[in-house]
């Protein structure tokens, strides 16, 4: 039973508008959500986090989402560019309860085209 | 500035063997962790580890074994590797939840 879900296993997205990753969680302990970028043949990097006391924290065209009563968060990315094209994967941590793990989603495959 | 390196970063294993990977952090971190990376199923903690010496099950532990040796390596060993043990393998290391990943080990068992 997946704890972290991204029903969204592709999406393509024309360069210059806006691209919404959607992920969605069924353990409300998760107090902390991240996610990272992954390009072929490279490990994931870390790309935004948001904790559960916010609803919103961006970070130049990206921004997290947190509606915590619906346990959903989103990532837009807004313009998008060509070099956004990669596999994005939604995390989440219990950190008061476990601190040190992290659950990941099954990822979303995010294609711009210029 | 290497951060986290995995090797080798692919090798083919026959069902039956045995074989180590190895992963090694520059970043003095605390938590290592391995992970494998299957198509659909995002990335599935293996085994982790919260200090040198240390080391826990993750959500897919079986037919793998770990060690920490030492604070800057992380060890994830396969006794006798099976064809459902065919993944890409990363490493990682945390601060803070914050993870840093190494470029990944393709695996193939036939």
């Known amino acids: 039973d997946q704890q972290v879900k991204q029903n969204s296993p592709s999406l393509s997205v024309q360069e210059g508008r806006i691209s919404i990753l959607n992920c969605d969680y069924t353990n409300s302990m998760f107090d902390y959500f991240l996610w990272y970028k992954k390009y072929p043949a490279e490990g994931p990097t870390f790309l935004i986090s948001?904790?559960?006391?916010?609803d919103k924290n961006e970070d130049g065209r990206f921004t997290v989402f947190l509606n915590k009563s619906a346990k959903h968060l989103s990532l837009h990315i807004v313009p998008s560019q060509p070099g956004d094209s990669a596999v994005y994967f939604c995390a989440a941590s219990a950190r008061k309860t476990s601190y040190d793990k992290v659950i990941f989603g099954p990822g979303t495959s995010l294609s711009v085209i210029p | 500035n290497a951060g986290v390196t995995q090797t080798p970063k692919f090798r083919v294993l026959k069902t039956g063997q045995s074989m180590t990977l190895l992963c090694a952090q520059d970043m003095n971190h605390e938590y290592m962790y391995w992970y494998r990376q299957d198509p659909g199923m995002g990335l599935r903690l293996i085994h982790y580890s919260v200090g040198e010496g240390t080391t826990a099950k993750g959500e897919v532990p079986d037919g793998y074994n770990v060690s920490r040796l030492k604070k800057q390596n992380f060890l994830l060993g396969l006794e006798s590797a099976a064809p459902s043990q065919t993944s890409v393998y990363f490493c990682?290391?945390?601060?803070?939840?914050?993870?840093?990943f190494g470029q990944g080990t393709r695996l193939t068992v036939v």
């Open positions: 990682a290391s945390s601060f803070l939840t914050r993870a840093f």
């Open positions: 948001i904790s559960s006391i916010k």
